[in-house]
């Protein structure tokens, strides 16, 4: 009997932890996540994104915990390539991805400082920062004239507008019991196109995820390297072990 309810417990707790994931999704669900698909191994795209990042965020973003040389070296850029595609105003390759901005005058034109992004692709995921910068949409009662989605009243401008164009938020509305308009978000809507199509604009982004993907993390792709010499190891060292076992025993009988 006992073990019966023991069992039950032990049950119902393995259902929980099996449905736990399934609940976030759903709440997920509702903030319109889309995909990053980037790949941290694709050193072209990581190039484009220091590019990127370099052009188009570090005048108000630092990324403090990079340093130059050594992400250039990672992604596989020569001094060269670093010093004519990323060092635009006399910095040092030695020196860390800083920008003159300081954190009070950030704060003061923008409302909000802008934060450093060394870890943001850590702490909020890359798939997170990838819809955000997709997502920012005309709203005349803005300061900048945009709201975004991921971050409703967000004080970041859309730097990047001239890439993407203008998108407009399409809701609908259903009335609830109480009579009250519930709105909706339902899709957006390319109200004048940018200079990139969509596909390409989407493609710049998701080599700027990857870049900060990167930057959050900067041995992971030499981890997951190592990982595979290390598993190697482990199997060759398991045959050995069975092969010197078998030669060991072979005479005790
Ligand atoms: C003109 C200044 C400016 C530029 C350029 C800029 N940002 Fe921002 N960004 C901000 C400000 C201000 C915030 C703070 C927004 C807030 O918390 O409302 C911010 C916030 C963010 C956040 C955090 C969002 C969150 O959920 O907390 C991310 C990610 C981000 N920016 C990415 C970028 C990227 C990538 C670029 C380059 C393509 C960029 N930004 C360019 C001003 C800027």
Not at 29 to 37: F, L, T, Y
Not at 88 to 105: K, V
Not at 219 to 243: E, H, N, S
Request: net charge neutral; charged share 20%; glycine share 8%.
């Amino acid at each position: 009997m006992r073990i019966d309810r023991h069992m039950k417990k032990a049950l119902a707790f393995i259902a929980v932890l099996v449905a736990l994931p399934a609940v976030g999704l759903a709440a997920g669900g509702e903030a319109h996540v889309a995909k990053a698909n980037n790949d941290i191994h694709n050193q072209a795209s990581l190039q484009r994104g220091a590019k990127n990042f370099v052009n188009y965020c570090l005048a108000c973003h630092s990324a403090r915990y990079v340093r130059y040389n050594r992400m250039a070296a990672d992604i596989g850029l020569t001094e060269q390539q670093m010093t004519e595609n990323l060092l635009f105003s006399g910095e040092s390759p030695h020196s860390t991805m800083t920008n003159g901005l300081h954190a009070d005058d950030g704060k003061q034109w923008f409302g909000v400082a802008p934060p450093d992004l060394s870890l943001i692709a850590r702490s909020k995921g890359t798939d997170y920062v990838y819809t955000f910068l997709k997502s920012f949409y005309a709203d005349p009662a803005k300061g900048t004239g945009v709201n975004n989605l991921s971050l409703p009243g967000t004080a970041m401008p859309h730097v990047l507008w001239e890439l993407q164009g203008t998108q407009e938020a399409v809701w609908e509305g259903h009335t609830d019991a109480q009579g009250n308009v519930q709105k909706h978000f339902k899709e957006f809507k390319l109200a004048s196109p940018g200079k990139l199509t969509p596909e390409e604009y989407d493609a710049f982004v998701r080599d700027t995820v990857n870049f900060l993907e990167y930057i959050g993390e900067p041995v992971q792709a030499r981890r997951q390297a190592l990982g595979y010499w290390v598993i190697a190891f482990l199997v060759f060292f398991t045959l050995l072990a069975y092969a010197l076992k078998k030669e060991y025993w072979k005479d005790v009988k």
